[in-house]
């Protein structure tokens, strides 16, 4: 029953932006998109979150699309210690907590 | 700024012991989350606890799996009996104010790893 869907992997050079992708058609009005990322054998990393309007921060900007259904994530400038496990999580606030899918593996080549 | 702070990192159990797990909030953080990751897969919630109450335990397996945040101290997860399908990591996460965490998520510690022998 997840509410996202993501590629589960991409590769992408270090030095370029990197751009991840996630659909969530289902979300409703008051759900937040979340990202995370988890380095391996690390606790996940909380990356930037937004409603509706685009986000940015010192590490990533995050763009929704303007019905909502679909983000990305963009790393602008990627090295090799952004190889991790991306997730996007759509989260209300609700006793539910965080629920984490699969994610994508983003891989940086050299 | 400590952030969450789980002890220990890596635990040995030979199968039929006790796990305890422990977990410190970051200061100011008043929920406590447990999540659980096996081999090769993503997280999954097990506990959402706030100080002296269970609020959400629907991710917990029914028998051998107890969680508590006592009014002082750190949060506990037990594992009673261990066998060798609990090996996996365990990690801790917190928020603020139930209102102020959607603004903000988690902020996750660094996990015990547990391998059961």
């Known amino acids: 029953d997840a509410k996202t869907t993501q590629p589960p992997s991409m590769d992408c050079a270090e030095g370029r932006a990197a751009n991840l992708p996630c659909n969530h058609s289902?979300?409703?009005?008051?759900?937040?998109v979340y990202w995370y990322r988890q380095i391996h054998s690390q606790g996940p990393q909380y990356i930037i979150h937004?409603?509706?309007n685009n986000e940015t921060n010192e590490m990533a900007s995050l763009i929704i699309t303007e019905d909502r259904k679909s983000s990305t994530l963009i790393l602008p400038h990627a090295t090799l210690r952004d190889t991790a496990v991306y997730y996007c999580?759509?989260?209300?606030?609700?006793?539910?907590?965080?629920?984490f899918g699969k994610g994508t593996h983003l891989i940086i080549q050299p | 700024n400590a952030g969450v702070m789980q002890n220990p990192r890596h635990l040995v159990r030979r199968r039929g012991q006790e796990a305890r797990l422990r977990c410190s909030p970051m200061?100011?953080?008043?929920?406590v989350y447990w999540y659980r990751q096996l081999p090769e897969e993503g997280l999954k919630f097990m506990v959402y606890?706030?100080?002296?109450?269970?609020?959400?335990e629907s991710g917990m397996p029914k028998e051998r799996f107890s969680a508590e945040f006592p009014k002082e101290g750190p949060s506990i997860l037990r594992i009673q009996q261990v066998v060798r399908g609990d090996s996996a990591a365990y990690f801790c996460?917190?928020?603020?104010?139930?209102?102020?965490?959607?603004?903000?998520?988690?902020?996750f510690g660094s996990g015990t790893r547990l391998t059961v022998v």
């Open positions: 937004g409603l509706k």
């Open positions: 999580i759509v989260w209300g606030g609700g006793a539910d907590g965080l629920t």
């Open positions: 289902t979300i409703s009005g008051n759900e937040y």
């Open positions: 200061k100011g953080h008043s929920h």
């Open positions: 606890l706030q100080k002296e109450n269970i609020i959400d």
């Open positions: 996460a917190s928020s603020p104010k139930y209102r102020d965490s959607e603004y903000y998520g988690y902020t």
